[in-house]
């Protein structure tokens, strides 16, 4: 948890109905020819779900590759918790789209 302040990119994605905000800080390092996730830190505004998903998606994410954790879905982080109540399912979108701005955001700083 916290800022990580040697990020390779940082990730953002709120709800503009809750006013939930979430950054997503990842360090990027090669290995076997893949970029993998070397390091991965959150900052959450926002509900207890918000910040539960956050933190999953870190201990998802780490050691994957680009792809692999590109391809991590709000499906995938609320079974990693073991469900989420219907409710607060909205809640994981965050992590995983937060997610996908960070490594967006790494791809075109690479550019
Ligand atoms: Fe806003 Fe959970 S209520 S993300």
Same mark, same amino acid.
Request: charged fraction near 25%; hydrophobic fraction near 40%.
């Given at each position: 948890? %916290?800022? *990580? &302040?040697?990020?390779?990119?940082? +990730?953002?994605? %709120?709800?503009?109905?809750? +006013?939930?905000?979430?950054?997503?800080? /990842?360090?990027?390092?090669? *290995?076997? %020819?893949? &970029? /993998?996730?070397?390091?991965? $830190?959150?900052? =959450?505004? +926002?509900?207890?779900?918000?910040?539960? =998903? $956050? $933190?999953? /998606? =870190?201990?998802?994410?780490? %050691?994957? =590759? !680009?792809?692999?954790? $590109?391809? /991590?879905?709000?499906?995938?982080?609320?079974? @990693?918790?073991? +469900? !989420?109540?219907?409710? &607060?399912?909205?809640? @994981?979108? !965050?992590? #995983?789209?937060? !997610?996908?701005? #960070?490594?967006?955001?790494?791809?075109?700083?690479? &550019?």
């Amino acid at each position: 948890m %916290g800022e *990580m &302040k040697d990020a390779d990119a940082v +990730g953002e994605y %709120g709800n503009p109905i809750c +006013g939930d905000l979430m950054h997503i800080y /990842i360090k990027v390092k090669e *290995m076997n %020819g893949q &970029k /993998i996730i070397d390091d991965i $830190s959150f900052q =959450t505004f +926002g509900c207890a779900a918000a910040i539960a =998903t $956050s $933190s999953m /998606i =870190t201990e998802i994410a780490k %050691g994957k =590759t !680009l792809d692999e954790a $590109s391809n /991590i879905t709000r499906d995938d982080v609320a079974k @990693s918790l073991d +469900g !989420l109540p219907p409710i &607060k399912l909205h809640c @994981s979108n !965050l992590a #995983a789209d937060a !997610l996908k701005d #960070a490594i967006k955001n790494y791809r075109e700083n690479q &550019k």
